[in-house]
Structures are given as C-alpha cells and as structure tokens.
C-alpha cells in the first residue's frame, strides 16, 4: 500500500539511474507505467510506491542507500522539502517528535538507523548537503575552506556574530572544534578550542534559513566542549534594518558573508542611522552598510572579517566612506583571493579584515595588502591549503607588528597616508609591484629555449599513426558499431563509483576520471602523486575498477561529442551533462588498454599545444617589454 509519498520524473530517474528521457520513454512504451498522481499536466507527480514496484518488477531497481530513502521522503513531504528537514533535524536533535499519524512518522525508524550509524549531527549535515544540492541556486553558501579561513584570520572568540548568517557555515567554522586541543591548546581550524565556551549569535532575514542554522549549531554544540557547549541565538530578522535591542550585547568577532550588490537594503529609511560613523553608504553600496554594521557591533579593539566583491575596494560612490576607514584605523587589511572562493565563483573575492578602534592595539599607520591568486610565475596555483596559509601568517605578522615581506605581484604593507588619494582605490593589484617578467635577455633566451623544446615535442607527438589499435575494428560506419553501456549501469555493475562534489566530501586518488558537468573543460585522468585534492564544483569523479575499465578509454570516450551530445541537457542557457547517461564500448581489457595509450598520446599532444600557446605569448610580451624598457637591446 502506498504510504502516500509522491516523487517527480527526475526523482524516478534517480532511483534508476537513467536520466530523465528514459522515464518519458518508458511512459509512452509501457502500458503498466503507473499513472500521476498529482502535480500538473507539465509536472506530474507519481506515488513512490507504485514507481518502486514497476521498476522492481522490471529489473530496474536496485536497493536505495538509508540516506536516499529519507532524501525522498523529505523532497516528497505535503509541507515542502525545506519545513520537512527542519522538523526531521528537530527530532534528531530531540527538539520535537514525529507521531505515527505525521506524515514524517514512516521516517523516524530510517532517521533513527541515520543517528545511530553517523550520529545525529552527521546525519543532518549529510540531509542538508542534500538539501542544498537540489535547490543550487536559490542560496548563496559559504564554502566550508573560505569559511575556516575567515575563522583563522578573526582568531578565537568568546563571542562570535554573524548579521547574514545563512545556514551558519560562517558560525560553525568558529565554534568549538571537538576534535581541537583544551584551551592549552590551538585550534588549527580557526575556531575556539574545546572546552572554552563560546557565545554564537545569528542573523537571518529567512525564516527558514535561520531555522536550519539555530538546528546545525544545537546539534554541533550538544557533543562540544568541556566547559558546556556554546550558546546559540539565531535570530529571524533583517539585520540592517533591525534595530538592536537596548541590551544587545556587543561581540568580540563578526564574521560576515553578506549578500553582494542589494540596492533594496534601507538607504532611505536608515539615512539617519548612528552606525554611520563612517559616512552614509551610497545607495548601491550595501556592502558598506554591512561593514559599518559589523563595526557597530563590536567591542573595542573587537575584529570582523567580511567577504566581499572586488568592487567594494574601487566604486567611486565608496571613496568617503573607504578613507574614513582607513583615516580612524578600522581596517587593517584587503586580501584578494583566487577565484573560487565562493560564487559567484568567476571572481576573485576580497576579505577585509577590521579592528574596532578603541581596543589595545591601537590605530593602524599602514594597511596590508595581498593578491593570493597573483603568483603569475606558478604554472600550477598553489593549493587552497597554501593559499590559507600564506594568507594567515601574512596577517598574523602584520596585526603583530611585525614586518611582512614584501613579494612582488603578492603582499606589501603601505602607509594609509599613500593610499588617502582622490579615489582611495584599495584593490591590491592596483597597489602591489608587478612580478617579474622575466624581460632580461637570459630569461628571454630561457623561455625560448623551453618553446623550442615543447615545440619538437609537440612535432613528435602529431606524428601518431591515425589507424585503429590493432585488432581493432574502427566503431563508426566502416565498422559494426561496439555495444555500449551507460555509466549509470556500470555503476550499479560495480565497474566504477560515481561521485559528486558536494553530496560528500570527496578526494581525488591516482587513476580517477574528473569531469566537469557543465560542459566546460575536459575530463582527464589523476595521474600518480597528483592525488589527494578535494573535489569542487561543478566537478564529476568516476573511480574505475582497474580490472574492469582502463582509465585513459574512459576519458576518451567520455569526451566524444556525440557522446556529450546526447547527454547534454539545454534545459537552461548553460548545458550541463548527465553522467550516467554517457555511454561507454564494452571491450575486453586489454582492447581498452589499447583505445587508452591513443587517448593519453592524445592528451599529451593537447597538453604540449597548450603548453606552446603558453610560452610563446610569454616570449612575445617578454621582448615587447625588454625592448620598451631597456633591458633587452634591439641586437
């Protein structure tokens, strides 16, 4: 008997995993598909029950894992998928109950195996990843490594704020770590060591949101510290346009990830406002406003650290308030990170990093400046860890008062007098010395020599016989086309695992196939020593069974353009691409391996081009710049 519970074709194509034109097919083809139940005539919906007993009786059905059964029973709740997570996380959180009557109740045995196999805070996180994953571009999220760098930078805190809190991935990277050392020792993860208690306050304007955040942060303070777990205050208000209570209390740390770009933010209601110590935010500068908001709620001598949008540090409409930062010390420095880190994901973000005048340490003479993504002579960006690190014992030293060396292109600290100019331009790549160029006539002759050597190398490798593997009949019309497999059904054979960014942390080892889903790059294979990294959006892993798949065949054939074609889905403006429904030649091994020694000559030759575009634009700007300068004679 069903138990009510409605799924959607993509649901159906889930649990298959087939992508959705299967399930459209299937309805026209089989005449005891079941019939919608619900939804609309564009959408219909169908009772989960039915759908699994035709693809059981079908052979098309393999058992789901507990935590996609409970994923399918939130999504298909009567109240909404969001409202069913809040009261699921409230019953692991012993906050509520699901009577057998609820609509939730048939999830309380599956909720309870979730708890007792992970634990009930890991087994929230794990739904909210899900959550999070199915509605990507209704919230803006924090990354987890951007946040714990903000957390390092702010250093520990008895009192932590964050006025935009989302679903409190800010707040949980400086609470109390379980699995840091006492208050002897550090906490490597930028938040408190265990055992110091910590106060966290939120704000957050939807309702929702600030739900999920109060239940993360109760679930991770019920097994935090031996001083008594953190306490937690989430607040369901618009932080801007809020006034603070008249005992509010004032904070040792913000940490803030405010929306970027709002122009709906107040300016005309709040033009009086007393945070506006630093002058009144223009209308499209809203990320001022958060600023001066984070300033005001700090104690003296307090620090904030905010994300924010390059622009920040250049509009012209910001020059007034930006100098009043700088003129009465607010802010201690600018740091541009590489993009990446956090959408939208094409820019290189800033971190600003603030002190409430009044404390200890006194006003700041010169601000410091980082670019962490300028190193232009690595050929590689360095890892996020280094990254990380770099950026944190540049601030630590310069907050310490000691001197930051400088690095051309990368980090100086300069006097705020220098930067006090008509337009108090604080981007840091505006500042900061170039790198070097290599235009000296030994490092041009370095450079060309390299070209030259890729160059033959790249000859070499054009010259590769174009006929097929031998013994091996070319696919195509000069050929009997090879039976195929779709990812998704070597998948559920064994023949490699499917991984996605974001449902779990995923780290890339030697022999992995990465793929992007959104049609842009290529997939490549990880090759030995290059392992270990975590996987991002919007990023795919297939991890082969070598004694099933060689590697190197299942890139190239993955990178067909028919291939790519047909599981392309141009539902949007951006085609992004089914994974499982990308077909594989079902060969022998050792033909495979045949296939996969062309397809990675092919990716050599695709990397040595590349390369040889590189060098040369190097070369080229090189002798532009060594004879404009003098440094390379015209001879």
Not at 278 to 285: H, I
Request: with cysteine; glycine share 10%; net charge negative.
């Amino acid at each position: 008997m069903s138990d009510g519970t409605e799924v959607t074709a993509a649901a159906i194509a889930r649990l298959a995993g087939v992508g959705r034109a299967a399930v459209s097919n299937w309805r026209r083809r089989y005449a005891d598909f079941p019939r919608p139940v619900g939804g609309t005539e564009t959408s219909p919906t169908f009772s989960l029950a039915q759908v699994e007993s035709w693809l059981r009786d079908q052979g098309k059905l393999a058992e789901a894992p507990l935590r996609e059964r409970v994923r399918r029973r939130l999504e298909s709740a009567p109240e909404g998928y969001g409202p069913a997570l809040v009261r699921a996380g409230e019953h692991l959180a012993g906050l509520g109950e699901l009577p057998a009557g609820d609509p939730l109740g048939e999830a309380r045995r599956e909720l309870g195996l979730m708890a007792a196999q992970a634990g009930p805070t890991a087994a929230f996180e794990q739904l909210l990843a899900d959550y999070f994953d199915a509605n990507p571009r209704q919230y803006a999220r924090t990354p987890q490594p951007t946040a714990a760098l903000m957390a390092r930078l702010a250093g520990p805190g008895e009192a932590v704020l964050d006025p935009a809190c989302g679903s409190a991935e800010l707040l949980l990277a400086a609470s109390p770590d379980p699995e840091a050392p006492g208050p002897s020792g550090g906490a490597p993860s930028g938040g408190a060591p265990s055992g110091v208690r910590v106060a966290l306050h939120g704000q957050e304007s939807d309702p929702l949101l600030a739900r999920l955040a109060a239940l993360r942060l109760t679930l991770r303070a019920a097994g935090t510290g031996r001083a008594g777990p953190p306490a937690v205050d989430v607040r369901t208000e618009d932080a801007l346009r809020t006034e603070p209570a008249a005992d509010a209390p004032l904070v040792t740390t913000v940490l803030c990830h405010p929306p970027f770009n709002e122009r709906n933010w107040g300016h005309d209601e709040l033009a009086y406002d007393p945070r506006w110590t630093y002058g009144l935010p223009a209308r499209t500068d809203s990320e001022l406003a958060w600023v001066q908001h984070a300033l005001s709620r700090l104690r003296p001598g307090g620090t904030a650290v905010l994300l924010l949008p390059p622009a920040v540090a250049a509009r012209r409409t910001g020059r007034r308030v930006r100098a009043a930062l700088l003129r009465k010390g607010a802010l201690r420095a600018v740091l541009a990170l590489p993009p990446g880190a956090a959408a939208p994901h094409g820019l290189p973000l800033h971190l600003w990093v603030l002190r409430k005048p009044g404390g200890t340490s006194g006003a700041a003479s010169r601000l410091l400046l980082m670019d962490a993504g300028g190193r232009a002579e690595d050929e590689e960006p360095p890892s996020w860890e280094r990254t990380a690190d770099a950026v944190v014992a540049a601030w630590r030293a310069h907050d310490a008062g000691r001197s930051v060396p400088e690095e051309p292109g990368v980090c100086a600290t300069l006097p705020v007098i220098d930067l006090l100019d008509d337009e108090v331009d604080l981007s840091p790549a505006r500042h900061l010395l170039p790198g070097g160029t290599g235009t000296d006539a030994a490092a041009l002759a370095s450079v060309r020599a390299d070209l030259e050597r890729t160059l033959r190398r790249t000859l070499e490798l054009s010259g590769a016989d174009t006929s097929a593997p031998e013994g091996e009949q070319p696919p195509g019309p000069a050929g009997a086309a090879l039976p195929e497999a779709t990812v998704g059904e070597l998948a559920r054979s064994g023949a490699l695992e499917v991984h996605t960014a974001g449902a779990e942390p995923v780290t890339t080892a030697p022999g992995d196939v990465v793929l992007p889903v959104t049609g842009r790059g290529a997939a490549h294979v990880v090759a030995e020593g290059e392992g270990g990294a975590r996987l991002g959006k919007p990023l795919c892993l297939l991890r082969p069974d070598p004694t099933a798949l060689d590697p190197w065949f299942v890139v190239g054939f993955l990178r067909s353009t028919a291939n790519t074609r047909q599981a392309s889905s141009y539902a949007s403006s951006a085609s992004r691409i089914d994974v499982r429904r990308l077909r594989l030649p079902r060969l022998p091994l050792e033909r495979q391996r045949a296939y996969g020694e062309r397809f990675r000559r092919l990716a050599e030759f695709e990397a040595a081009l590349r390369r040889v575009g590189e060098l040369g634009e190097e070369f080229v700007q090189g002798m532009f710049d060594g004879l404009a300068d003098g440094t390379v004679p015209p001879s």
